[in-house]
């Protein structure tokens, strides 16, 4: 009778482990440019917003904490900054809002923005909880039922195997949706680099070769 029991028990926490495979997240799309935005996320997809971002002023260095000041202005956070650069956490859905809001910290000379779609892997993450969480009360059912020491020490085995690999899954997945609501910004700000003397000349020559091919 034991045997019936636990059997089928098994089998199905193989199916709920093995069958689901967790797909690495698919390489992110990168839009690069002074004009690059991130468009909003299509409905019922899950995505991971990211960006980079390199701005020029005269105090570099006080650009950290005017950023932080403009991420907080937007609902976000500082999540790690330095003398001339800041790593920020903003909302997504406020995301385009505060990329359009950067040329008040400096000149903006590169941004990257990056959207992955990590739906199948979010999607595939929330079956597994699911079939795991069935499975432990399952097996909390089957150990009110256990009769003798050793049926109540396998499934207590198993129990504490499905427990653990549960509570990794549930904080895998509560990681991935916090990624997800929070889009990360990387601003690294630098001095204007201005030519000298013969740089200048060069720039000169520049314009004009442009004047002569192209006029506005």
Known sequence: MRLLLLVPLFVLVGCSTSRHAVSEPAPGLAVSGPGASLASAAEGRTILHSARVRLERGDPDRGPGEAA????????????????????????????????????????????VYAEDVTETHQDMKVRLENLKRVRERYLELLQRAVTVEDTLRIEKE??????????????????????????????????????????????????????????
């Open 69 to 112: 000041q403009l991420a907080r202005a937007h609902g976000g956070y500082v999540q790690r900054s330095s003398t001339e650069a800041v790593t920020l956490r903003v909302p997504a859905e406020r995301l385009d809002a505060f990329m359009s809001a950067l040329p008040s910290l400096g000149e903006v000379t590169d941004k990257q």
């Open 159 to 216: 129990l504490e195997r499905v427990t653990v690999e549960y509570e990794a899954l549930a904080a895998r997945l509560e990681l991935l949706e916090g990624q997800a609501a929070l889009a990360s910004v990387s601003l690294a700000f630098e001095r204007p680099t201005r030519p000298g003397p013969v740089g200048w000349v060069f720039y000169g020559l520049g314009k004009a070769v442009k004047w002569l091919f192209v006029w506005d």
